[in-house]
T-cell receptor
């Protein structure tokens, strides 16, 4: 199957700092990538849709100025959590659509963010 | 996207077939049924998807009723590594995850 790489897998930061998470499609090009957030014992919640070469589309209730998304190439999307606070601590997961492989969405392994 | 309903939890004996049901009574004609699973602290893993016909791959089989209002995911010979949360999703444009079924394989 297609591989989506997410980095880092785990990050701890101080409150007020910014954290960047990378999502790469390793063996296919992805014009669309997605960013999810998952709190403990809850399901995945879609945060935004990242479109290559254009602005991301955010879900209702997600602050676009706090969660900056950049999709500068067909294989890379980044999510920057700006001025992180303890309530932003969560499991962040990206996914990418493989248009060639029946448009199946493949997921990264996730990034666990802990804000102190 | 159509709402799906799954039992919150199920147990299955190791080596037996695990049958996971999903109701999607409001599914529309162009919505595919997708199944993913999430093993603890990992990203979701794609399993299988279908529109009308039954599907089979190396991981599982998907049985969709003729009226498309429900489906069943079948893991033919469950192993301990199949313990996970299984999500059934009726996809139109975006994957929207519900609460899924927590499947526990019993040794």
């Amino acid at each position: 199957g297609a591989v989506v790489s997410q980095h880092p897998s785990w990050v701890i930061c101080k409150s007020g700092t910014s954290v960047k998470i990378e999502c790469r499609s390793l063996d296919f090009q992805a014009t669309t990538m997605f960013w999810y957030r998952q709190f403990p014992k809850q399901s995945l919640m879609l945060m935004a849709t990242s479109n290559e070469g254009s602005k991301a589309t955010y879900e209702q209730g997600v602050e676009k100025d706090k969660f900056l998304i950049n999709h500068a190439s067909l294989t890379l999307s980044t999510l920057t959590v700006t001025s992180a606070h303890p309530e932003d601590s969560s499991f962040y997961i990206c996914s990418a659509n493989n248009l060639i492989a029946k448009n199946i969405q493949y997921f990264g392994a996730g990034t666990r963010l802990s804000v102190l | 996207d159509a709402k799906t309903t799954q039992p919150p939890s199920m147990d299955c004996a190791e080596g037996r077939a695990a049958n996971l049901p999903c109701n999607h009574s409001t599914i529309s004609g162009n919505e595919y049924v997708y199944w993913y699973r999430q093993i603890h602290s990992q990203g979701p893993q794609y399993i299988i998807h279908g529109l009308k016909n039954n599907e089979t791959n190396e991981m599982a089989s998907l049985i969709i009723t003729e009226d498309r209002k429900s489906s069943t995911l079948i893991l033919p010979h469950a192993t301990l590594r199949d313990t996970a949360v299984y999500y059934c999703i009726a996809l139109h444009e975006k994957l929207t995850f519900g609460t899924g079924t927590r499947l526990t394989i019993i040794p």
